[in-house]
């Protein structure tokens, strides 16, 4: 992805959906990502849903059959969607709830139906969806559901799934980061993967493995899951 024509910088909307907003296990991840990006000479936005207002879809296609292009709902959707239109990459991110988005997420992207959002179905839409997540379960696996759901999605609103930066036992990155323990490789990576996006338009597989890498063995973590639960 190379500078725009005349200079402009890339327009970046990224929205966290966890409930713990920058102090989340999400957010070690999705911060960095984004400072690669704003390095690299992006327009970076970044929303959180714990600041948003935004109704469920009642799935009565008004926005499709009687004010096409328009929603019943007057919340936060109304100013969003213009700013998520003119987008150029859009950042999904959010912790993995029973196997997918986090509720106020999947509201807003049951809220992004094409007929509301103009540029779904248009065969010229270049924006690219990065998907940003974080589980405390150690296996990888536990992230399909949500790929699946969200590379359909990008399929069918005609837009690109640039990747996933998928962060599995995420919960010990924070506090092996607060002792010094060799694991900023994997911040490191979250912010080289948005300055390759931004330059390159892609990111490499090296640097999305080097995200997920395991942090520790599996049943150490689970070890510690269980010292914790008893400590509650």
């Given at each position: 992805?190379?500078?725009?024509?005349?200079?402009?910088?890339?327009?970046?909307?990224?929205?966290?959906?966890?409930?713990?907003?920058?102090?989340?296990?999400?957010?070690?991840?999705?911060?960095?990502?984004?400072?690669?990006?704003?390095?690299?000479?992006?327009?970076?936005?970044?929303?959180?849903?714990?600041?948003?207002?935004?109704?469920?879809?009642?799935?009565?296609?008004?926005?499709?059959?009687?004010?096409?292009?328009?929603?019943?709902?007057?919340?936060?959707?109304?100013?969003?969607?213009?700013?998520?239109?003119?987008?150029?990459?859009?950042?999904?991110?959010?912790?993995?709830?029973?196997?997918?988005?986090?509720g106020p997420l999947k509201i807003l992207l049951d809220r992004m139906f094409p007929p509301v959002l103009p540029s779904i179905g248009d065969r010229t839409?270049?924006?690219?969806?990065?998907?940003?997540?974080?589980?405390?379960?150690?296996?990888?696996?536990?992230?399909?559901?949500?790929?699946?759901q969200m590379t359909a999605w990008c399929r069918h609103a005609n837009m690109t799934f640039a990747g996933a930066l998928l962060r599995p036992h995420g919960?010990?990155?924070?506090?092996?980061?607060?002792?010094?323990?060799?694991?900023t490789d994997v911040p490191e990576a979250a912010k080289e993967a948005g300055r390759q996006l931004i330059k390159e338009g892609a990111i490499s597989r090296?640097?999305?493995?080097?995200?997920?890498?395991?942090?520790?063995?599996?049943?150490?973590?689970?070890?510690?899951?269980?010292?914790?639960?008893?400590?509650?």
């Amino acid at each position: 992805m190379t500078q725009k024509t005349g200079g402009s910088l890339y327009n970046v909307i990224a929205i966290n959906g966890s409930p713990n907003r920058d102090r989340g296990n999400t957010a070690q991840i999705l911060n960095p990502f984004l400072e690669g990006m704003r390095e690299a000479g992006a327009d970076v936005n970044l929303y959180y849903t714990e600041d948003l207002t935004i109704n469920s879809c009642k799935g009565d296609l008004s926005c499709y059959i009687l004010t096409p292009g328009r929603c019943i709902h007057d919340d936060d959707m109304t100013w969003l969607l213009p700013r998520i239109n003119e987008a150029d990459v859009l950042v999904m991110a959010s912790p993995v709830y029973t196997y997918g988005l986090t509720g106020p997420l999947k509201i807003l992207l049951d809220r992004m139906f094409p007929p509301v959002l103009p540029s779904i179905g248009d065969r010229t839409c270049t924006r690219r969806v990065v998907l940003v997540s974080n589980c405390g379960q150690w296996d990888m696996d536990m992230f399909d559901p949500l790929l699946v759901q969200m590379t359909a999605w990008c399929r069918h609103a005609n837009m690109t799934f640039a990747g996933a930066l998928l962060r599995p036992h995420g919960p010990v990155l924070k506090e092996m980061i607060g002792r010094g323990l060799p694991v900023t490789d994997v911040p490191e990576a979250a912010k080289e993967a948005g300055r390759q996006l931004i330059k390159e338009g892609a990111i490499s597989r090296e640097v999305l493995d080097t995200i997920s890498r395991p942090l520790l063995p599996k049943d150490r973590y689970m070890q510690m899951l269980a010292q914790a639960g008893l400590q509650k």
